[in-house]
């Protein structure tokens, strides 16, 4: 089936934070909705990128040697390899793009490794 995907109603479905909803697939990516509040753990992926879209709010991604802030309406690509933390102050609806393989906590099993995402 070919349906539009309205993030407004998707994100509005769920209230948890770190805990990444399939809402398409395409070409062996994810496109995943999650809301962000507080630190998330420093993880990295080995085989896989990662896109970062604030749909809503601002959070920051924190490296070992420096900080992005990211903004309504700005992304950032995390590359393989590079290990990384989210972090946000308030709450943050992001939009993930990503391979499909990708496990949100990478390299990392923690309280928020999510193995079995849901599709909504």
């Known amino acids: 089936?070919?349906?539009?995907?309205?993030?407004?109603?998707k994100l509005s479905s769920f209230s948890d934070h770190w805990n990444p909803r399939i809402v398409g697939a395409l070409n062996g990516q994810y496109v995943k909705l999650v809301k962000f509040?507080?630190?998330?753990?420093?993880?990295?992926?080995?085989?896989?990128?990662?896109?970062?879209?604030?749909?809503?709010?601002?959070?920051?991604?924190?490296?070992?040697?420096?900080?992005?802030?990211?903004?309504?309406?700005e992304f950032l690509i995390v590359p393989r390899g590079v290990e990384h933390r989210p972090v946000a102050e308030r709450e943050a609806?992001?939009?993930?793009?990503?391979?499909?393989?990708?496990?949100?906590?990478g390299n990392v099993e923690s309280e928020l490794t999510r193995h079995n995402l849901e599709r909504i």
């Open 1 to 9: 089936m070919i349906d539009k995907v309205n993030l407004t109603e």
């Open 37 to 73: 509040q507080g630190p998330f753990v420093w993880h990295k992926h080995d085989a896989e990128d990662e896109l970062f879209f604030v749909v809503k709010g601002q959070f920051r991604i924190e490296f070992r040697d420096r900080k992005v802030d990211l903004n309504e309406g």
């Open 93 to 105: 609806h992001v939009l993930l793009f990503e391979p499909a393989s990708t496990l949100n906590t």
